[in-house]
């Protein structure tokens, strides 16, 4: 068995890592034209289509990086790229359709909150970029850009689907308001250190029990049967979990710290 050559082995990584692939970036472009598109939509004033069009870019930003890496495509170019595009998609359309539809009429405040959450992705997106290689890959550092769009998104996408709009009230609160605050707490939650589930460690390969695919038919069956809520409800779990989990450790720490004595 012949050795393989170092150098030759470098030469290929660096071409590897310079080199544009086609298939995993066009799964990208896919997700920032949806990002592009939800934008143009919330400018025209069709809030509920720019919603599900930043729903359509976290499927396709969850499928450019799979895709890679089942075809062993994976780039420096592809990983730069998929930023930017969450860039887009993530952080400045949720921020620019909330603010269209709820936060401009709130004034300074408005925009003052519409730019926490954008500024909030571009620093967890940056920050994620740069901790990539030393973080524990079960777990996110701060809420994922494309969770805090969908609970932003979603919240608006369930207004619009049961006939609120940003003069109305919910639970006695004024729309407008609710609104501003999914935006500073999914902004908050992304530059915040919360470990937050990643999913990265299941194995597909791997057998399960047989009610593992039944939850998941059950999900799929709970999502068709009311999109807007149910989407919303899980993003809302989801983006609580962090601090829920934080919570639970802290406490085990606490019991654990006596024993130790």
């Known amino acids: 068995m012949s050795e393989q050559n170092p150098v030759v082995d470098e030469a290929e990584e660096k071409h590897r890592s310079r080199a544009i692939y086609i298939l995993p970036n066009l ?11 939800a934008i143009v939509q919330a400018m025209n004033g069709r809030f509920e289509q720019a919603a599900v069009a930043i729903f359509v870019a ?11 890496r089942l075809t062993n495509t994976q780039s420096q170019f592809g990983a730069e790229y998929d930023s930017l595009s969450d860039m887009v998609a993530f952080g ?4 620019l359709v909330t603010y269209e539809w709820a936060l401009k009429d709130l004034g300074k405040l408005g925009w003052i909150a519409a730019f926490i959450y954008c500024v909030s992705a571009a620093l967890r997106l940056a920050r994620f970029n740069t901790n990539i290689a030393v973080v524990d890959k079960r777990f996110f550092q701060g809420l994922p850009s494309p969770a805090a769009a969908a609970l932003l998104t979603g919240f608006v996408w369930v207004m619009i689907d049961n006939n609120f709009t940003d003069a109305s009230t919910f639970v006695g609160i004024p729309v407008r308001y609710l609104a501003c605050g999914f935006a500073v707490f999914a902004g908050v939650s992304m530059v915040t250190n919360v470990l937050f589930w990643s999913g990265k460690d299941i194995n597909l390969r791997r057998a399960v029990p047989f009610a593992v695919p039944l939850v998941f038919v059950g999900v799929l069956a709970a999502v068709s049967s009311y999109p807007p809520g149910v989407l919303f409800g899980l993003f809302v779990c989801y983006g609580l979990s962090g601090y829920v989990m934080s919570v639970v450790r802290r406490v085990r720490k606490l019991r654990a710290a006596p024993a130790q004595k």
Request: glycine fraction near 12%.
């Open 27 to 37: 799964f990208t472009t896919a997700a920032l034209f949806a990002g592009f598109y």
């Open 58 to 68: 976290m499927v396709l930003d969850g499928l450019d990086g799979r895709v890679a």
């Open 92 to 95: 400045a359309a949720p921020a």
